[in-house]
Every structure is written in structure tokens, then in C-alpha cells.
């Protein structure tokens, strides 16, 4: 985990902009660590003094609400960076950021960053454009909860955890969200949540193994999210 510059995971984000010496910078003053799922990269309120680099594992960036439940914003997977709003705002961060399994993360201190964004022009284009990005995901997920109904956003769930993970060898997806982390990704209650599981099984679109979802018709499936 200590050669960024033989890291492929960078590649897949705004890091690749760098040359030989800044990642060979990088690789000195960075930190390498598990985290175990469950755990916390950081919480929301908390400094973000860095990035973090995910090398390995899924988090979910998610918001607690006022009346305690947890708001799933985003799925976060190798390749991407966390804190980079927060870094470069300068402000506690707003979302935390959970493992779902257990990951390799690199976190890389503000001052070399910042160090990197005087020396390195499309690094830093890059950065924000990464950040625009996570803006436009944010809006189109608005407009999501905003326009369809519970129904079609736990279709569309489905979908976007089916195309962008895949699944296990026993056609399990390989992201397995709990009942309730589910329904607030799709901000709903969880009984509804599960109501509506339940359906879809019925109808032979997914089936139910215990915890875990298999999807068994994924066109059926987007037909009923778009």
C-alpha cells in the first residue's frame, strides 16, 4: 500500500494528474490503515484535515436527520476520494463516511494537497471537477426523491447496486445494504421498504434469500425506475 506511484487505484481518480515525484511525495507523508466494517472514517461535524483515497472496500457517505434517521447520500467505491469538499472549504464535515466492508484507505494531509494545487494545474482541475461531480449526483438524486415514487426509487436502487457492484456467485448482490439503510437511501420507512421487497419478490423481479437480495429480472427492473 506505499507506492503510490504503482498504485492502479489512482488512475480511477483526480491523482492521476500526478508525476513521478509528487507521488512519490505523496507515498512519504501519507497514511495507510484498514477499516474495519462498521467503523467510522470520519463523522459528520469532524475536521477533515486531508483526503482519503479508497484503495479497497465500500463506504456510504451518509447525513443523520432531525428525527434520527440515517440519510444514505452516496455509495463510495476504489478509486474515489473523501473529504475533498470539506478540505478545501475549510469546514466540519457534513456527511460521515461508514465502511460497509472492510477497505484500505490512504489519507493524504491538507498541506500537501493544497501544496499540490499551486504546483499542478490539472490536479486541480481535476479535483473539481470530481467535486462537481458529487454535486450533480446530489441534484439528480434531489430530483429522484423529489419526482418518483418510492416504488420506482427502490427499483432504481436496485439497479445502481446490481451495474455498479455486481454480485456474489450465488447471484446475491455484493453490496448488501440492511433493511434500514435501504430505505434511507430511498427515504423511506423501513417497513415500507420492506413492504415493498416483498412485492417486487412476488412479482419475480428479485428474490429474497434471508438478508441477502438476488435479482432475478433487471429490465423489469428499469423499466420501473425510469
Request: charged fraction near 25%.
Given at each position: 500500500?506505499?507506492?503510490c506511484e504503482?498504485?492502479i487505484v489512482?488512475?480511477?481518480?483526480?491523482?492521476?494528474?500526478l508525476d513521478?515525484d509528487?507521488l512519490?511525495?505523496?507515498?512519504?507523508c501519507?497514511t495507510s490503515?484498514?477499516?474495519?466494517k462498521?467503523?467510522?472514517?470520519?463523522?459528520?461535524?469532524e475536521?477533515?484535515?486531508?483526503?482519503?483515497?479508497?484503495k479497497?472496500?465500500?463506504?456510504?457517505?451518509s447525513k443523520l436527520?432531525?428525527n434520527?434517521k440515517?440519510q444514505?447520500v452516496?455509495?463510495?467505491?476504489?478509486?474515489?476520494?473523501?473529504?475533498q469538499?470539506?478540505m478545501?472549504s475549510?469546514?466540519?464535515a457534513?456527511l460521515?463516511?461508514v465502511a460497509?466492508?472492510?477497505?484500505?484507505?490512504?489519507?493524504?494531509?491538507?498541506?500537501?494537497?493544497?501544496?499540490?494545487?499551486?504546483?499542478?494545474?490539472?490536479?486541480?482541475?481535476?479535483?473539481?471537477?470530481t467535486?462537481?461531480?458529487d454535486l450533480?449526483?446530489?441534484s439528480d438524486?434531489v430530483?429522484s426523491m423529489?419526482q418518483k415514487?418510492?416504488k420506482?426509487r427502490?427499483a432504481?436502487?436496485?439497479?445502481?447496486?446490481?451495474?455498479?457492484?455486481?454480485?456474489?456467485e450465488d447471484g446475491?448482490?455484493?453490496?448488501?445494504?440492511?433493511?434500514e439503510?435501504?430505505a434511507?437511501?430511498?427515504?423511506?420507512a423501513?417497513e415500507?421498504?420492506?413492504?415493498?421487497?416483498?412485492?417486487?419478490?412476488?412479482?419475480g423481479l428479485?428474490?429474497?434469500?434471508g438478508k441477502k437480495?438476488v435479482?432475478k429480472?433487471i429490465?423489469?427492473?428499469?423499466?420501473i425506475?425510469?
Open positions: 500500500m506505499n507506492k504503482q498504485c489512482r488512475e480511477l481518480s483526480s491523482l492521476k494528474a513521478k509528487e512519490l511525495r505523496i507515498a512519504e501519507k490503515y484498514i477499516v474495519k462498521g467503523e467510522h472514517i470520519f463523522e459528520e461535524g475536521s477533515v484535515n486531508g483526503i482519503y483515497c479508497v479497497g472496500g465500500v463506504c456510504k457517505l436527520s432531525a434520527g440515517d444514505i452516496k455509495l463510495v467505491k476504489p478509486g474515489e476520494l473523501l473529504g469538499r470539506s478545501i475549510d469546514e466540519a457534513n460521515s463516511a460497509l466492508e472492510d477497505m484500505e484507505v490512504c489519507f493524504i494531509p491538507r498541506s500537501e494537497v493544497l501544496g499540490l494545487f499551486d504546483k499542478n494545474n490539472q490536479f486541480s482541475m481535476n479535483l473539481m471537477k467535486i462537481c461531480g450533480k449526483e446530489v438524486h430530483v423529489s415514487t418510492v420506482e427502490l432504481e436502487t436496485l439497479v445502481y447496486l446490481y451495474e455498479t457492484f455486481g454480485k456474489n446475491s448482490l455484493r453490496i448488501q445494504l440492511s433493511r439503510e435501504l434511507g437511501m430511498i427515504g423511506t423501513t415500507s421498504c420492506i413492504r415493498l421487497l416483498s412485492d417486487f419478490n412476488k412479482l428479485i428474490e429474497l434469500v437480495i435479482v429480472n429490465n423489469k427492473l428499469k423499466r425506475a425510469d
